[in-house]
């Protein structure tokens, strides 16, 4: 059976720390990572990492992929309450055709 | 709005009957998917379609919930005599060939 499990649970900082999330994977016929911010209602798609230690960045957010490590990072700099979330992320199984999550990571950003 | 759309969103019922959630998803979507998340967990995958055909449901679904497409667009969610642990918010996804899904808000079940 497929297994993503995130670290911390949860983490609590203050606007402008700069945190990092992590994930790790147990997936057969691995295709993709992917990365979501979920606030009060559903998932919204933040990256998709595919290849091994290539940053993907939008803004204060990046991201990056190491599959010999079968793990992912998610890092937010100058964090600001509104990224205040739970941040999942999930494993794509090619030939299953699905994502299976983790339990997701809830960031709450102090002012 | 062209996104994926979910109900009712809210649903309370007795243990015992029966509910049904309806999933319209984006239009030129062929792959669907129900999830059900409850708090402090991420989304259970329940079962997933292309175009009409049910590919793969979960082997932890009971047999009281049943999932249809059946013209390959909008999808029902079928949860026969419900009991207390079913309620959950039952997400409704779709993607298209890239493996970004895009959720619906939900349809949140509160069983009694």
């Known amino acids: 059976e497929d297994k993503v499990v995130q670290s911390p649970l949860s983490l609590v900082v203050h606007e402008g720390d700069t945190v990092t999330l992590n994930c790790s994977y147990e997936v057969t016929n691995f295709r993709s990572l992917l990365w979501y911010k979920q606030e009060k209602k559903a998932p919204t798609f933040l990256f998709m990492l595919?290849?091994?230690?290539i940053e993907k960045k939008s803004g204060r957010l990046s991201s990056i992929l190491d599959k010999k490590e079968l793990s992912s990072i998610l890092n937010i700099t100058a964090t600001q309450t509104g990224d205040s979330a739970i941040y999942l992320c999930a494993g794509h199984n090619t030939n299953a055709g699905k994502s299976t999550f983790g339990d997701g990571t809830t960031l709450t950003v102090k002012p | 709005d062209t996104g994926v759309s979910q109900n009712p969103r809210h649903k309370i019922t007795k243990r015992g009957q029966n509910v049904t959630f309806r999933c319209d998803p984006i239009s030129e979507h062929n792959r669907l998917y129900w999830y059900r998340q409850t708090l402090g967990q991420g989304p259970e995958f329940l079962t997933y379609?292309?175009?009409?055909?049910?590919?793969?449901k979960s082997r932890l679904l009971s047999d009281r919930f049943s999932a249809e497409r059946p013209k390959g667009s909008f999808s029902t969610l079928e949860i026969q005599r419900t009991e207390q642990g079913d309620s959950a918010m039952y997400l409704c996804?779709?993607?298209?060939?890239?493996?970004?899904?895009?959720f619906g808000e939900g349809s949140r079940l509160t069983v009694l």
């Open positions: 379609f292309q175009n009409e055909a049910q590919l793969e």
């Open positions: 996804a779709s993607r298209d060939s890239t493996r970004e899904l895009f």
């Open positions: 595919t290849s091994s230690g």
